[in-house]
C-alpha cells in the first residue's frame, strides 16, 4: 500500500511540473514578430486607404489640424473628423480642432 502512495505522489509531482513547464511562453518566437509584424502592417495600409477615401469624398479643413497634426477633414453633415494610425474616423468638436503650426 505504501509503495501505491508513493508511485501516486511521484507520478502526480511529474505532471504538474510537465503542465506547469509548458505554460511557459517567450514573446519573441519568431511568430509573435511575424504577427506583430502584419498589424502594423494592416493598420498602415488602413490608414492610408481612409486618407485617400476622405480626400476624394469629403473636404479638407485648411487652417486646422487634429490633436497629433492629422489633417481635419468635414464630412457632408459638417462633420469634422481625422484619421487615426489604425485607419478610424475619429470625430471632433469644433472646439477641439487645433490651429496648423506654420511653417
Known sequence: MKNVLK????AAGIFSFSASYAQTHKDSTIGHKIGKTATKVGHKT?????TGASD?????YEGKCG??????????H???YYISKTGHRVYLKKSQLMDKPMK
Open 78 to 80: 459638417s462633420h469634422y
Open 56 to 60: 476624394v469624398v469629403d473636404k479638407r
Open 46 to 50: 488602413s490608414e492610408i486607404a481612409a
Open 7 to 10: 508511485v501516486a505522489l511521484v
Open 67 to 76: 490633436p497629433g497634426g492629422q489633417p481635419v477633414f468635414i464630412n457632408k
